[in-house]
C-alpha cells in the first residue's frame, strides 16, 4: 500500500514539475512555416559592419528572387544565378538584428543579419545614405533571453509552487494512516 502512495506522489511531482517548464518552441521563431522552404537560402556573412557588403544566395529557386529587409536597398537575384550582393546602410545601429526576407514566385524564408559593433567613429556618412522611397522595415529585438519577460516576483512565485507541490508529496507519501498500525 506504501509503495502505492509513494508512486502516485512521485508521479503528481513529475506532472507538475512538467508543467512548470516553457515549451522551447516558443522561442524558435515566429515564422508561419518555421524557415523551412523548398528553395535554399543565405546571406554571408551573417554579422557585419555598418556600410559593409553582404553576399545574397539562393539555391534551388526556379524563378526570380527578390530579397528585401530594412537594412539594404531591395536586391533582385534573376532565375539562373544564384548570389547578388548588397551594401549595409551606413546608419544601421552597431549590434542589431535585422530580417532579411528572400520570395521566390511566392514562397519566402526569413534569416537574421545582425550588424557588428565595436566600431570606431562616426556611424553616419553624409554621402551614402537610406534612398527617401525605401521602406525602413526596423529592427528585429526582443527575441533573446532564457527568461525573456519574467521579473523577480512572477520567478519566486513558480519556484514557491514548486517547493509546494514537492513539499505536499512528500507529507502526503511520509503520512502514516491509522491502517498502517494495525
Known sequence: MRAIRVASAALLTASVLTLTVPPASA??????????TSFGFRVTPSTIAAGGQVTLGVDSCDGDTKVTSGIFDDAHIPKGQSSTTAQVFWDAKPGAMYEVTFDCKGETGKTDLTIATGRDGDHSRPDQHRPEHSTHKGVKAGTGGSLGGLDAHEIALGGALILGTIGTAYYKARRRTGDDNA
Not at 27 to 36: K, L, S
Open 27 to 36: 522561442t524558435v521563431t515566429n515564422d508561419e512555416n518555421n524557415g523551412i
